[in-house]
Antibody, heavy 119, light 107 residues
């Protein structure tokens, strides 16, 4: 069955770039039916969509984060990645990757990874 | 900006019916989606396109829409349904928007 797994540093310094990778197993990231998305959740707070990517490389970003976000896909590794630049403490959150269909995360989701921004 | 408003909390006794509302601040409203999130776990989609139920989701979960308000209804609530529930939709540019979440407590 399809599984997603986030990986990357759990601690990032302020002003630096947060980098995470989502590895997809049990299926191909190149399926024409799906998008691949990043969603985050600050501790004790709600969900926020960061952006999504299609296997072809087409990207869709949350306007509130667009100036700092880059999402890319590597079909040869069955992975997609998130880069968030100039991070501050407000970017501390659990970051999830998920499979999506258009504007909904139909799943599955990764287990999530906590990224803390602190010096 | 497009916003979705949910009540912060809803409490029901086991076997009762829980209703969680999600109000959009603008027309036209696009389809809405509902996620269930239990502590320490990733969200799970329980309703899509206002009222459709994904495979594997119990029949006690249902959704409805009226005007700019969508409602998640859980009939015959069970203890295992205690969780946070989030509605989600998109604005006219396709930006995903989540409601603030509702904590369902089973008394």
């Amino acid at each position: 069955q399809l599984q997603l797994q986030e990986s990357g540093p759990g601690l990032v310094k302020p002003s630096e770039t947060l980098s995470l990778t989502c590895t997809v197993s049990g299926g191909s990231i190149s399926s024409s039916s799906y998008y691949w998305g990043w969603i985050r959740q600050p501790p004790g707070k709600g969900l926020e969509w960061i952006g999504s990517i299609y296997y072809s490389g087409s990207t869709y970003y949350n306007p509130s984060l667009k100036s700092r976000v880059t999402i890319s896909v590597d079909t040869s590794k069955n992975q997609f990645s998130l880069k968030l630049s100039s991070v501050t403490a407000a970017d501390t959150a659990v970051y999830y990757c998920a499979r999506a269909e258009d504007i909904v995360a139909t799943g599955p989701w990764g287990q999530g990874t906590l990224v803390t921004v602190s010096s | 900006s497009y916003e979705l408003t949910q009540p912060p909390s809803v409490s029901v006794s086991p076997g009762q019916t829980a209703r969680i509302t999600c109000s959009a601040d603008a027309l036209p409203k696009q389809y809405a989606y509902w996620y269930q999130q239990k502590p320490g776990q990733a969200p799970v989609l329980v309703i899509y396109k206002d009222s459709e139920r994904p495979s594997g989701i119990p029949e006690r979960f249902s959704g409805s829409s009226s005007g700019t308000t969508v409602t998640l209804t859980i009939s015959g609530v069970q203890a295992e349904d205690e969780a946070d529930y989030y509605c989600q939709s998109a604005d006219s540019s396709g930006t995903w928007v989540f409601g603030g979440g509702t904590k369902l407590t089973v008394l």
